[in-house]
């Protein structure tokens, strides 16, 4: 049996001998080389016949080889599931400290890495088992063998058509490999920082409103003593405390409910407190006629160098009784607010006369006849439910319930208040504080005399607006239903546009009552100045209270949709790589890697090419002719020199 050199000398002489000069296995070319070397000598002692290799039975599958690869798949899916897991652990929790967010991302990082790495090196193992199944039985040059093992290595591999016509599926396979790695640029986007508002239930010191207990009514309610005819010592109710009167006046010009101080930026907590408040309802004849008749006396009383041509306004407290006297029940006089313990004795009503809202009217007659309405406003003693809400220091308040429990009763002199007197001065104190905004006439006159008069501030025969009323600095005025008379003051003035009735002034009144009606106006007005007493600590001292904290934190938010995509391609690709590395395992009946040794052993026939020194040695780059030279491979005789 003849024996095969591993590694062979190269002959002295001229390169490119072609086809059959390539091979040197006749015993001619034998004879003709020179002495044989003690190292040539170890080689043939190292060499293998062709009838032993083709005799020797296959090496069977090396099951580290396969276990590597499944574990490798396994491991990768596992890192894949743990990622999805961690981040899905860290969803809407607290970042914490600057350390902790980089551990989190670190550790997120690590594993996607892990993940990918894993599933790219079972991909390379099913590669290469794939690539030695297909390299069997077939010719291929040297080129193209060189770009089927370097191409988990290196794109520039798939420039090469041969590879890419022969092994089709080998080079997908390690191109999957390739583009695996994509799914860590996923990963790191899909967890973020986010902030939000967490809420936490905690007790805190909330002001909380006292006008509805006796112990506080000094605040609210101003008394005098003073001795009845009998020289008995009372107590007389005198009107509201200057407090109260400017906290009402406040709120009445701005319309908004006086800004509370509360113990956090950040919080939310309800309250239910009772308080005053006003409820107005249409009045029926008999009122309708009592405002008409105090409006006649009150017209009579104009001096008599002017008259009123239309009123367009009329509101006051009706007084009831006096003091030492009871009126007649047909006629009710108008009570003095600035002299509460006058004659006679005030209530806790305010009568009201305007004109019905007619859309459409633009009449500009100050003469013509307007249709009135009639209201009546009394205070009512009510249950509020109220949630307060602050959001970044943005007061918000919500009247969740308010249960009228009735109207209260103006307060009388005593020799001795009780409880109940007290809260009644209290109440009485803050309707009158109210009434007084809104009491007084609006209405159009006239001059009577013919000539002008500066010491009584007369012109000949003009015709004017006249606004005496503190309503025209409140949000009130800007109601619907003053509309007609602003429109036809706007036009006394000289400025009549039909497009534009209105003024830039009045506009802007109007845009603060948002087109309501006088009616809905002055109940919201009384709820807004219960509302805004509890920003003053005298009316609300403090009380714990539950309230729930917003406080903003920074928090991760997972997004698992780009990572469970991502990774589910990643994997089935990997899965489909696995199944064929599996098959090629079967099928070779062996396991093949690309190591060292493989390529040593198995290409001992290309050895005995005709090839000089520069043409064997491994130093880039490939020459031409020996890149040309075709190969095949045969198991258990390695890659020869295709004939």
Not at 434 to 454: K, V
């Amino acid at each position: 049996m003849k024996t095969q050199n591993l590694l062979m000398a190269p002959k002295q002489g001229k390169v490119g001998l072609e086809g059959d000069n390539l091979l040197q296995g006749d015993k001619s070319n034998l004879k003709s080389k020179p002495e044989v070397t003690v190292q040539e000598k170890h080689y043939e002692n190292l060499a293998v016949s062709n009838d032993d290799a083709r005799q020797a039975p296959p090496a069977g599958i090396y099951c580290r080889s396969p276990l590597t690869m499944m574990a490798n798949f396994i491991c990768g899916c596992g890192c894949a599931l743990a990622l999805h897991g961690y981040y899905s652990s860290l969803h809407h929790k607290t970042v914490g400290s600057f350390e902790a967010q980089g551990t989190s991302l670190r550790i997120g990082t690590a594993l996607a890495f892990i993940a990918q790495v894993c599933l790219v090196v079972s991909i390379q193992y099913a590669h290469i088992q794939w690539l030695w199944r297909s390299l069997k039985n077939r010719t291929l040059s040297i080129r193209a063998v060189n770009s089927a093992f370097n191409a988990t290595q290196t794109l520039w591999s798939y420039t090469n058509l041969e590879m890419l016509s022969k092994l089709r599926l080998a080079s997908i396979v390690a191109l999957v490999g390739w583009f695996l790695p994509i799914t860590t640029v996923f990963t790191p986007a899909t967890l973020s920082v986010q902030a939000v508002v967490r809420d936490r239930v905690l007790t805190a010191n909330v002001p909380t409103l006292r006008i509805s207990q006796a112990e506080f009514y000094h605040y609210f309610a101003y008394s005098v003593s003073t001795q009845d005819a009998g020289g008995s010592e009372l107590e007389r109710f005198s009107g509201p405390r200057t407090i109260l009167k400017r906290l009402s006046i406040a709120t009445a010009t701005t319309g908004e409910i006086l800004p509370i101080i509360p113990p956090l930026s950040n919080l939310t907590y309800e309250q239910t407190f009772f308080g005053p408040c006003v409820r107005c309802l249409a009045a029926n004849e008999t009122i309708a006629a009592q405002i008409d008749a105090a409006n006649d006396r009150r017209k009579s009383a104009l001096p008599p160098w002017k008259r009123e041509v239309q009123n367009y306004y009329w509101a006051f407290v009706p007084a009831f009784e006096g003091t030492d006297k009871t009126l007649p029940s047909q006629q009710v006089e108008v009570a003095n607010l600035s002299d509460v313990d006058g004659a006679l004795r005030s209530s806790n009503q305010l009568w009201l006369r305007y004109p019905q809202l007619e859309d459409g009217d633009t009449s500009l007659d100050v003469t013509e006849a307007m249709r009135p309405q009639y209201l009546v406003c009394e205070l009512q003693n009510a249950s509020y439910n109220v949630n307060f809400t602050w959001t970044n220091g943005i007061q918000t308040l919500d009247i969740t319930g308010l249960h009228m429990l009735g109207s209260v009763p103006y307060p009388v002199n005593s020799s001795s208040y009780s409880n109940a007197d007290k809260e009644i001065m209290s109440f009485s104190a803050y309707a009158h504080a109210l009434s007084s905004q809104l009491t007084g006439s609006i209405g159009f006159f006239q001059d009577l005399q013919a000539t002008n008069d500066s010491v009584k501030g007369t012109v000949a025969n003009r015709t004017y607006s006249e606004l005496d009323s503190k309503i025209v600095s409140t949000l009130l005025l800007g109601s619907a239903e003053f509309n007609s008379f602003f429109q036809k003051n706007y036009a006394l003035s000289g400025s009549i546009n039909r497009n534009q009735p209105f003024s830039k002034g009045r506009l802007q009144d109007m845009a603060l009552a948002r087109n309501r009606t006088l009616q809905v106006l002055i109940e919201e007005l009384a709820s807004n100045i219960t509302l805004g007493l509890i920003s003053n600590t005298l009316f609300s001292p403090p009380t714990m209270n539950e309230v729930t904290t917003h406080s903003p934190v920074n928090v991760y938010i997972y997004r698992p949709r780009n990572v469970l995509i991502a990774y589910g391609i990643a994997i089935s690709f990997a899965f489909i790589a696995n199944l064929l590395g599996a098959y090629a395992y079967f099928s070779n009946g062996e396991s093949y890697e690309n190591s060292w040794s493989a390529m040593v052993f198995s290409s001992r026939g290309v050895h005995r090419a005709n090839l000089n020194d520069r043409e064997r040695s491994s130093a880039l780059p490939l020459l031409p002719r020996v890149a040309r030279m075709r190969i095949r491979y045969t198991p258990g005789g390695g890659f020869r020199i295709a004939s």
